[in-house]
Every structure is written in structure tokens, then in C-alpha cells.
């Protein structure tokens, strides 16, 4: 019975289904994945971190809790033009999570802040010819680099809003001379 079971829905390669065969059992369960994913997965590009605690570094943490990918995408920003200027990537995950990633640091490079945040997943996926299976590994990428950008411009904001504590203690010190 698990022999026909396999058969059916793992395309058992066997020649005979007895009990008594010794043949090696042989499946087919290679999935072809595009040229693109096996190339950035072999080959990623921009792997690395850049220091968190720099002003003009953005970081995005993002993860799949269903298939375990975990994704962190790293950006530098030319703080006078809002370019991107460096990205670096780290992703836990399967092959295509990786690709997206690596993708991902090459076509945001040189983009500003506003043309990077309008990629969507549907462009990663088309680009890779990623199995529908794996869709959700282009958007981990594009959550990523939306989180980038959100994280290096709550930091911009932070550093331009004035500081409530120095303001209260210039007041009292100006109150009390």
C-alpha cells in the first residue's frame, strides 16, 4: 500500500510493486528552479551587515514563521540625495528566500528611498521565475526593504526632533539664573 502511495503521489520509479523486490526505490522530486535563482543562491551578491547603530543605515528583520525564512536587509542612505548607496543582506532560508535577497541588494542600489519602497514582490517573482510555491520568499524581500526604509527614517526623525530632555533642563537653568 505504500508502495502505490508513493507512486501516486511521488512518481515512484520502480518496475515492479511486490514486496518481495529489492530494487532501489528512485523518486522525482526535483523541482527545476530558473537559471536567476540558482545563480544568486550559488552566487549571492552583497552579503554582509552594516553597523545598526549608524545614523545613515536602515535595518529590516523580517521572517516567515510558516517556512522559516528569516530575512535581515541592510541599507546605507546618502543622507544630502536619499539614495541608497550600500546594501548588505543576511537570510536564513531556502534557496529561493536567499535569491530574492541577493536580487533584492542589486536592484535597490542607486534607488532613492521613494523608488525603492514601490518594488513589489511581483517583480522579484516575475524576474526569478520563482514556482508559485516560493511567492512568499519575494515578498519576505519586499517587506524587507520596506522595513529598511522605515527603520533609517524613524532614526532621521529622531535625530532632527528637538530633545524634550535638554529643552527641560535649558528652561530650568534659565529660570533659575
Known sequence: MLRSILARNFGLISQTTTRA?????????????HEKVIDHYERPRNVGSLPRTDSDV?????????????????????????KIVD?????????SAIASSSYMTERVRGMSLDEASKIKNTEIAKELSLPPVKLHCSMLAEDAIKSAIKDYKSKRSALSAPNVNNISQQSSTQATA
Open 21 to 33: 523486490s529489492t530494487r532501489p526505490i528512485a523518486f522525482n522530486l526535483s523541482r527545476s528552479y
Open 58 to 82: 536602515g535595518t529590516g528583520l523580517v521572517g516567515a514563521p510558516a517556512c522559516g525564512d528569516v530575512m535581515k536587509l541592510q541599507i546605507r542612505v546618502d543622507e544630502r540625495t536619499n
Open 87 to 95: 546594501v548588505k543582506f543576511k537570510t536564513f532560508g531556502c534557496g
